[in-house]
Every structure is written in C-alpha cells, then in structure tokens.
C-alpha cells in the first residue's frame, strides 16, 4: 500500500489522456485503486505506462486489476485445503478415465 498523497500525485499525471474524469471524486476513485499498489516505485511505473502507452485513461478496476495480479481471490493464510497458496489439489479423471492430481482455485478468499 501507498499512501493517498502519493496516489493522488501520480493520478495527476494521467489528466492528459482521454476519460480521465472531470470530477475531483472519480479521479480520487483512481488513486483510492492506485493506492493497491506494493511500493511507490511500482505506482510510479504503472502510471509511467499508461501515460506513455495508453490513449485512455484507466478507470478504477482496470487499476485494482492490474496491481492484483493473475490471481483473483485472495486465499487465507490458515486455509486446510490450499495452506495459503490458493490453490488446492483434486484427483480428476482425464480424457482414459485415469485418476490424475491437478490444482484448482481454492474458494477460500470469496466465502
Ligand atoms: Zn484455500
């Protein structure tokens, strides 16, 4: 997490681009998304790429979405089944009726 100042800051930098949003609460939407972001470094960099690759400005689930990652649901540290990764293994049938291990997401970080 960063903190709001510096989210704010770098939201800024996206008032050139198409969309950005005219009114000063949907733009603090953007930086209240931004403020997801690890280190100020990666803030930085994110918002650096948007205003040199992007016509339009992101709104604020592309924001979440970017600084989440692959993985969608955040698993729980204790969980029995996935021990934290979000992942848990299930034994499937593949396509010769064969019983083989595989991952699925677990759904520990959405119940
Ligand atoms: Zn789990």
Known sequence: MI???YARS???RLSGLKKYPKKTVAALELAKALEAAATEAAAEQYITDCVGNQRVCPTPADIRAYFRGPMTS????????CHGTGWRSVTRKDAHGNLVDASAPCRCGTE
């Open 3 to 5: 903190s709001p100042e």
């Open 10 to 12: 770098q939201i800024e």
């Open 74 to 81: 955040p698993a729980v540290a204790d969980c029995p089944r």
